[in-house]
C-alpha cells in the first residue's frame, strides 16, 4: 500500500496503535510473528500501517486477556469480528450484549435521563473522555450552552450531529458530521468515561413518529454503568470518530487502555447517584 493510500484509508502507525490498545510495540509484532494478527499493510519502506478495524480487534484481544482468556483463544475470537465496524452504538451494544435491556423512554424521559448523567459526569470532575450525538444539528444547538461547560472540565469532547463539516470550536466540543444515511443519526447517545466514573445510554428512534410532539417521541433506549459496556460504546464513537478526524482521540488511548475496572461496588454507587 502506497503512503497516500494508507493515508486515505485512515491508517495508524504501530506507536499509535500501541498508545491506543495499551500494549507495547514488541508485543504487537510479537503477535503478529506468531499468529498472523494483527495484519497491517505495509508501505514501500516496510512500516506497518493499522486500520480502525485492526484497533478494535486489537482492544478485544486485550479485554479478553484481561478477563482471563487465553491469548491464542481471544485472538480467534478476534478474527470472527465483522469486517464493517459498528456505525450505531445501539446497534453495536445490541450485537455483544443482548442480555441489555432495553426500555421504552419518550424524549422527556431521555432528556432526564441524559442530564442525569452528564451532571454526575461534570461533578465528579475527573476529565472524563464526554461524547455524545444528536439526531440534528438544531437539537445540539440547543444543548450547546450546556456542553459547553461540560467540556471545561473533559479531557476530550466530541459531539455528532447533522453538522456540514468538522468544527473544533474554542471552548467547545469537536462537532463531526453524520450523513442522512448514517445509522447514528438516528440515535441520540451520551458516553461518559472516567477513571472512577462511566456511564452511556443509548437511545434509537422509532420510525413514523412524525406525527407525534417533539417531547412525546419514543426511542428504545440502552443504558449502563457497567464498565466494559461503556468501553464498547467509547470504541464504537472512537472510530466513527477516527474516520471523520483521524488522530483526534489518540491522546486519550493510553489513558482508556490502561484504567482499571471500577473498584467493588463503583458501579452500583454509580447507578444509585444517577
Known amino acids: 500500500m502506497s503512503e497516500p493510500a494508507a493515508s486515505r484509508a485512515g491508517a495508524l502507525t504501530i506507536s499509535q496503535v500501541a498508545a491506543r490498545v495499551g500494549v507495547a510495540e514488541a508485543t504487537l509484532r510479537a503477535w503478529e510473528s506468531r499468529y498472523d494478527l494483527p495484519a497491517p499493510a505495509r508501505l514501500?519502506?516496510?512500516?506497518?500501517?493499522?486500520?480502525?478495524?485492526?484497533?478494535?480487534?486489537?482492544?478485544?484481544?486485550?479485554?479478553?486477556?484481561?478477563?482471563?482468556?487465553?491469548?491464542?483463544?481471544?485472538?480467534?475470537?478476534?478474527?470472527?469480528?465483522?469486517?464493517?465496524?459498528?456505525?450505531?452504538?445501539?446497534?453495536?451494544?445490541?450485537?455483544?450484549?443482548?442480555?441489555?435491556?432495553?426500555?421504552?423512554?419518550?424524549?422527556?424521559?431521555?432528556?432526564?435521563?441524559?442530564?442525569?448523567?452528564?451532571?454526575?459526569?461534570?461533578?465528579?470532575?475527573?476529565?472524563?473522555?464526554?461524547?455524545?450525538?444528536?439526531?440534528?444539528?438544531?437539537?445540539?444547538?440547543?444543548?450547546?450552552?450546556?456542553?459547553?461547560?461540560?467540556?471545561?472540565?473533559?479531557?476530550?469532547?466530541?459531539?455528532?450531529?447533522?453538522?456540514?463539516?468538522v468544527r473544533r470550536p474554542r471552548g467547545g466540543p469537536v462537532e463531526l458530521p453524520l450523513e442522512q444515511a448514517d445509522p447514528l443519526a438516528r440515535e441520540w447517545t451520551v458516553v461518559c468515561e472516567a477513571p472512577d466514573y462511566a456511564a452511556c445510554l443509548a437511545g434509537w428512534e422509532r420510525p413514523?413518529?412524525?406525527?407525534?410532539s417533539d417531547g412525546e417521541r419514543e426511542f428504545e433506549t440502552i443504558w449502563s454503568v457497567e464498565r466494559d459496556v461503556v468501553r464498547e460504546a467509547s470504541a464504537i464513537l472512537c472510530a466513527l470518530a477516527s474516520r471523520s478526524a483521524p488522530g483526534l482521540v489518540d491522546e486519550v488511548g493510553r489513558r482508556l487502555a490502561s484504567e482499571r475496572h471500577l473498584p467493588a461496588g463503583g458501579e452500583l454507587r454509580t447507578a444509585t447517584a444517577l
Open 44 to 165: 514501500p519502506g516496510g512500516h506497518r500501517r493499522y486500520s480502525e478495524r485492526d484497533v478494535v480487534q486489537l482492544e478485544e484481544i486485550v479485554a479478553r486477556r484481561t478477563a482471563g482468556v487465553a491469548l491464542g483463544v481471544a485472538i480467534e475470537h478476534a478474527r470472527t469480528l465483522p469486517d464493517e465496524l459498528p456505525r450505531s452504538v445501539f446497534a453495536g451494544l445490541r450485537r455483544r450484549r443482548p442480555d441489555l435491556e432495553s426500555h421504552l423512554l419518550s424524549r422527556r424521559a431521555l432528556t432526564a435521563l441524559s442530564y442525569a448523567i452528564e451532571d454526575e459526569c461534570c461533578a465528579r470532575a475527573e476529565r472524563p473522555l464526554l461524547l455524545g450525538s444528536f439526531e440534528y444539528e438544531y437539537a445540539y444547538r440547543r444543548a450547546e450552552p450546556r456542553w459547553r461547560e461540560l467540556t471545561r472540565t473533559a479531557e476530550l469532547a466530541i459531539v455528532f450531529a447533522d453538522f456540514e463539516r
Open 208 to 212: 413514523g413518529q412524525s406525527a407525534i
